[in-house]
């Protein structure tokens, strides 16, 4: 959805709030495609801070079906998105300016998809966890260490003894 900036681009003082609803339905980039399960419409707040140029503020809440970094059971994940940017008319634009993160204007027109993508990206939390204390799963067999223990022997020696075990192993009696 697009929404025009026109007029606060170009009316000095003026401020117009708005509320954009999100056609967005899923979520989609490296770290996979994760669907929207709840979504609030984007609430917007345009004003213009001088010559060709609006400060946009807003905020959103989205919830998206994510996995557990650790044991990879599902888990919903909320972000709640508070968003402060500046932007520029076409027109007020130079050479350098308009390679920048820009890509979400169209002309005087706002990308709102493109927007809320951007800031997803930025908002993303670096690790999903099911809860803190988790234990992920086991390395040999597979088993939700979160669920039951599986008893298998997930001792790693230290690489650095390995000298030492072969000494022990060379003078070992048959």
């Given at each position: 959805m697009l929404v025009n900036l026109s007029d606060v681009l170009t009316s000095e003082g003026k401020v117009e709030t708005t509320t954009v609803p999100l056609e967005m339905i899923s979520f989609k980039s490296r770290m996979g495609d994760f669907s929207i399960t709840e979504k609030s419409p984007v609430a917007f707040t345009f004003t213009n801070i001088g010559m060709d140029k609006a400060k946009i503020e807003g905020r959103l809440e989205l919830t998206f079906d994510t996995r557990c970094d650790r044991c990879l059971t599902e888990v919903p994940t909320t972000l709640m998105i508070q968003f402060d940017r500046i932007v520029a008319s076409p027109d007020a634009l130079t050479e350098d300016e308009e390679d920048d993160d820009l890509n979400f204007m169209e002309g005087?027109?706002?990308?709102?998809?493109?927007?809320?993508?951007?800031?997803?990206?930025?908002?993303?939390?670096?690790?999903?966890?099911?809860?803190?204390?988790?234990?992920?799963?086991?390395?040999?067999?597979?088993?939700?260490?979160?669920?039951?223990?599986?008893?298998?022997?997930?001792?790693?020696?230290?690489?650095?003894m390995a000298a030492i075990k072969d000494i022990f192993n060379a003078n070992k009696e048959v």
């Open positions: 005087y027109q706002l990308n709102v998809e493109t927007f809320v993508y951007n800031e997803i990206l930025v908002n993303w939390p670096a690790k999903i966890l099911c809860q803190e204390e988790c234990k992920g799963v086991c390395p040999v067999c597979g088993q939700n260490l979160n669920r039951k223990e599986c008893g298998c022997d997930t001792f790693v020696p230290d690489p650095r």
